[in-house]
């Protein structure tokens, strides 16, 4: 154990041990315990070199089983931390595996060979994995091993077959890893069929992916459809049905052509099967995840499956298999498809006899996908149901936000004039909506659960919908406010052409600034999401392109800079392969076509009323019927975790007094943190390092609403040990102040002016995380402290 974590240690003991296994006074039994010691001498070349040539002295020497895995092991993990020996290390342990006769030695070579796979699959050595194949072959035609060499050997296999370099080189036709998995994957043993079968999928998306041809591709799809059947009917293979799944997905994704043909095969695997015992819930629900995975690959995937499933909900089933057939229905309506009476019914039947958690669970699936009108329905009843004040806000904020978008995505009248007073009617329904889920929201938070990301989205929704709906006032002042009769003075004193337009040119470019605050208000909401899966973060994009667009066209009519960069660079946004992003591509890709014709500035740039009508047609697409909001997952669940705890000191001595420092002075400044990590951590991305921000606002601006410019700021990265780090800062307060420094900091940055005079002085200490890829996260917690610093008697002067 000291070797393992001391460099020094392991080196100046490596000699010591090496003569004591060498003496022939050690007993074996103290050598088996020395042995697993040299493992961890690969601090330097010449230790790690010496430590070979002794486990190779070893081998020779003992050719005891106790002595050859242990030493084996020894060998492979100093390979595994330096790396470089690892095509050495693979040949010896091919050659145990086929000279060695003893099954034991042959189970542990392939179990370290597997680890070995893992560590570096690309440094195995060119003809190693022929080797292995056929090492392996020849002695299951000799009898010398038994399936459990062939399921070992896959697992080797398959770890390689991860690797680019594996799938490339054993990608043609006649190959011995495939004649193998081929064989393999017809075995009456599962384990061994779907094993051989990853492997296969993998090689073939891997030709998919590089636009190869991909050989043998019917056995394979034939091979899934087999296994997934047979697989289904027994609930002890319900790993390896879930395997053989995730392979189909995949290979799917890859090729979207085969998603109607494993669609069928899983389809009918799941409806076929009889109310009684045919399945297990477990199984059914693993079916139903995989159609899912593979309806959101494409557009009507799963509609061939409507009738089936319609009939599937009348039956007797488990509740988690009722939940996962409503979310099926959910998507493939999702795909612009109106709402008919036998799937509403369909619906509300479930409904009607579930509990109220699997209620929340449809509801939260309909929100998810767009339904908001069967959301607001469930919620509305499940509010009353609950025993906590917080969870009947929680409820109670569903249902307004969801009954704020249903109430946008009514129907309208058919004249255009009614129209257009409609869609005002239908945003500040929408908004009030949105104001009291906003207070609900906040109603239902606690210290254990803020709900602050669900508070800020809402907020910023709203926000949105008012931007929109002044725009449409903005619109029409074109027609009610008729330019004043000095327009023309107003344009010469202004030397802006377009003023002559009156009162709708502010307002236009006004709403246009609003627009682009909404967009940098949802650019801060994404930088605080730090735990948000990918699609909820494609989702606040996706809305912020929304607004971006939006005050594109504006802008467009009224003027304004930065016009042509942001189509050049923002244009080609990737929204994902989703339902639920898909509808918001829909939307944008709607909005660009609607959005005015771009015209310079000069004789021809003109407010006409064609060009409004543009920016109406664009507020009406956005509140209409066509527009479903998809509230992303994050909203309702986080599956990861990540909390940032911040300690400053000094602290005052009585609470809510200031920290007293002399003029003068500088005051010594220590940060301290922890950070605290769910049940699964770093799912989507980790903390690389955490940056510690520290600004100081001097007394006459403390209490100012704008933020002060000249407030001293400075910056910190530190690189958490076990979930801790520590920082300290110098701060420089009063008269005779030149700026804020950095104790022992490579990576501070200051902005530090001049404070003069004494006071009390607000000291802020904010904390954001650093994702391995370089991305800032503004997600950790700001910290307080009020700073006193004493003013020196001023010398009196004689008149």
Known sequence: MFAAQSKLFAVSMCSKISDMIRGQATPASMKLQLIPILQYMHHDSYTASMVNKLCMELLANYPAVEFVRVTLSALSTLASATLIDIPQQVVLLLRYLQDDPRL????????????????????????????????????????????????????????LSQSAVTCDANREEGNPLLSLCVSACYSPDPFVAVKAITILSRVACYCYEEGLPAYGIQDVVSCLESLTVLLALDDKYLHQLRVCLRSTVKLCWAQPTHCSVFVDAIGGTLFNANSEGGQSERQAVALCEALGAIGSLGENTLLPLLPDILAKLKQTLHVHTKVMLCTLLFQMVAGGYEWNTECTE???????????????????????YGHHTIATQIFKSLKETVASEQLHFWLSGLELVTKAESHLMEKTEDTESKVKVYIVEKLNGAIARYASACASLKAASTPLRSLQFASEYSKLRCEFLQAIVQLLHSCRSLCTA??????????????????????????????????????DNYQKLYQSAFDADPGSLANIKALQEMCRLLANSVERVCGGSGICTYQQSDVN???????????????????????????????????????????????????GKKMRLPIPRYYFQSLQSTTVKLSVSPQPRVLGEPVSVPQGSQLALKVEGVLRHGRRASLYRSVAAVCISISTTPPSKINADQKDSNANELQQTVTPHRDFFACEFLLSLGSNATGTTACASNNSSVNSNTNTGGGQYQVTASASILDKDGNVWKCGPRSTLQVRVHEEPAKRKLP
Request: with cysteine; charged share 25%.
């Open 104 to 159: 034991s030695i042959k189970r542990h070579a392939l179990h370290l060979l597997h680890s070995l796979a893992r560590k570096g699959a690309h440094l195995w050595p060119q003809g190693a994995l022929n080797n292995l194949i056929e090492s392996t072959t020849t002695l299951l035609q000799d009898g010398a091993g038994n399936k459990d060499l062939l399921i070992r050997t896959l697992d080797v296999i398959e770890v």
């Open 346 to 368: 369909a619906v509300e039947e479930v409904i009607r006899n579930v509990d109220g958690w699997a209620k929340y669970r449809i509801a939260r699936s309909a929100a998810r």
């Open 482 to 519: 008729p330019p004043p009769a000095i327009a023309v003075t107003v344009v010469l004193a202004t030397k802006d052409d377009l003023q002559r337009y009156g009162r709708v040119t502010h307002q236009l470019r006004k709403s246009a600034q609003e627009l682009k605050n909404c967009a």
């Open 573 to 623: 946004f990737d929204f994902g392969d989703t339902v639920e992003m898909r509808q918001l591509a829909r939307c944008c890709t709607e909005l660009r076509r609607l959005a005015p014709p771009w015209i310079s500035e000069g004789k021809n740039a003109a407010i006409s009323h064609s060009r409004v009508n543009c920016l109406i047609s664009q507020v009406m697409l956005l509140a």
